[in-house]
T-cell receptor, first 108, second 113 residues
């Protein structure tokens, strides 16, 4: 069964404390893996697309990496404004599969 | 930047009413989608469309219908709203090639009383 699992469900970090969020997937025929940021009461905001194992993308304090079974979103020296829910999704052609997200809280 | 605009941020309707949620995208995307998002259940696909006048059922189409008369506009219709349709509704669009990311609107928080 195709599925996407994110861990942890929730993460609390002190400002400046780097960490990683995990997205593991079991799908047939990965066409793309996506990371989104979602603030409360808003729609998901697109961050990155990764297409093949070994690929990396960076944006400010965020860096996404991809292997054949999972993706990591590394957050370096986070700030309170990085607090949000981070969603992972995979595409297998016509289908999108979403994880349930990691809720990140960064404490000043 | 891609812009996906949903007509209402908040909507309160009564049980039995017919409800229209509108979505417009400005990037000439071929594909458009409607999801609902509920705590603990994540995003669930209601309907999607690959072209004008085309529609495909998603995972939870019961109680919903859609309309796509123009490429940029995709409407979700709740034929007779029920309290279990209280949710956050998210519209998304993408280009057609596989692997193209979804771009979401800011959502409509619908409450059915």
């Amino acid at each position: 069964e195709d599925q996407v699992t994110q861990s942890p469900e929730a993460l609390r970090l002190q400002e400046g404390e780097s960490s990683s969020l995990n997205c593991s997937y079991t799908v047939s025929g990965l066409r793309g893996l996506f990371w989104y940021r979602q603030d409360p009461g808003k729609g998901p905001e697109f961050l990155f697309t990764l297409y093949s194992a070994g690929e990396e993308k960076e944006k400010e304090r965020l860096k996404a990496t991809l292997t054949k079974k999972e993706s990591f979103l590394h957050i370096t020296a986070p700030k309170p404004e990085d607090s949000a829910t981070y969603l992972c999704a995979v595409n297998t052609g016509n289908q999108f599969y979403f994880g349930t997200g990691t809720s990140l809280t960064v404490i000043p | 930047d891609v812009k996906v605009t949903q007509s209402s941020r908040y909507l309160v309707k009564r049980t039995g009413e017919k409800v229209f949620l509108e979505c417009v995208q400005d990037m000439d995307h071929e594909n458009m989608f409607w999801y609902r998002q509920d705590p603990g259940l994540g995003l669930r696909l209601i309907y999607f469309s690959y072209d004008v006048k085309m529609k495909e059922k998603g995972d939870i189409p019961e109680g919903y219908s859609v309309s796509r008369e123009k490429k940029e506009r995709f409407s979700l219709i709740l034929e007779s709203a029920s309290t279990n349709q209280t949710s956050m509704y998210l519209c998304a669009s993408s280009f057609s090639p596989p692997g193209s990311p979804l771009h979401f609107g800011n959502g409509t928080r619908l409450t059915v009383t």
